[in-house]
């Protein structure tokens, strides 16, 4: 039986969390620890080195130790905690930067703190290695549309091309993902958020024929807007 996480990473924890803030938060609280060199430290250092060490014995390489990682975070996340997803996002990218899900995994924690550009950014750097990872797409093309309706200084040209990416991101999601009703509820958030209520209610609509779960106040929100086309 494999022993907890929480066994061997005391010792990091404690010491990456005293940290010197970086841009006036804990380093384990933004992505890749905000740019921070760890190896500056030696107290950090040495933690680093023995989390590879342990963890990498423990799961046999340091790419699955990075996904086991990964499933602890998004674990946290699930939970509503989102300071303890972030500190296993970025350990998880300690042990292995090349993993797609770690970039994911940082970008709903940003998404969930309501920095939709950053975490957007974060979407497209996981896309970047060219991974299908399940249910990744159509959250990285919502929150592209919040992103080009939160940055104000977008030009109308930079917005709409946002939006364009949004919506070739949903046609590969919807050639992707298994769950087509996810997508289709994604899809018409984001069409609500462009000011676009009946592509929004037609994708409302195809998301209950696949399955997928509206939340009653968006729908509340929706029809405050234009009421369900019968």
Request: charged share 25%; net charge positive; aromatic share 10%.
């Amino acid at each position: 039986m494999r022993r907890s996480l929480a066994n061997y990473l005391v010792t990091l924890v404690l010491s990456a969390a005293a940290l010197a803030p970086v841009m006036g938060q804990p380093a384990d609280q933004l992505p890749m620890y905000g740019g921070h060199d760890r190896s500056s430290d030696p107290i950090v250092r040495a933690a680093d080195e023995k989390l590879i060490e342990d963890s990498t014995r423990q799961y046999g390489s340091r790419e699955k130790a990075s996904m086991a990682f990964v499933g602890n975070g998004f674990a946290y996340y699930g939970r509503g905690d989102l300071a303890n997803a972030m500190r296993r996002f970025n350990q998880a990218w300690l042990l292995d930067a090349n993993n797609p899900e770690v970039y994911f995994g940082f970008a709903v924690v940003l998404h969930d703190k309501g920095k939709h550009c950053d975490s957007s950014a974060q979407f497209e750097k996981a896309a970047s290695f060219g991974r299908y990872v399940q249910g990744m797409l159509p959250d990285a093309a919502r929150v592209i549309v919040l992103c080009a309706i939160e940055d104000k200084s977008l030009t109308e040209e930079a917005r709409l091309a946002l939006f364009a990416r949004s919506d070739t991101l949903y046609i590969e999601a919807l050639s992707k993902e298994p769950s087509k009703g996810y997508v289709y509820a994604s899809r018409a958030s984001a069409l609500f958020w462009r000011g676009n209520y009946s592509a929004s209610w037609e994708a409302v609509k195809q998301a209950r024929l696949n399955g997928g779960r509206i939340p009653e106040k968006f729908l509340r929100m929706l029809g405050e807007k234009l009421s369900e086309p019968k």
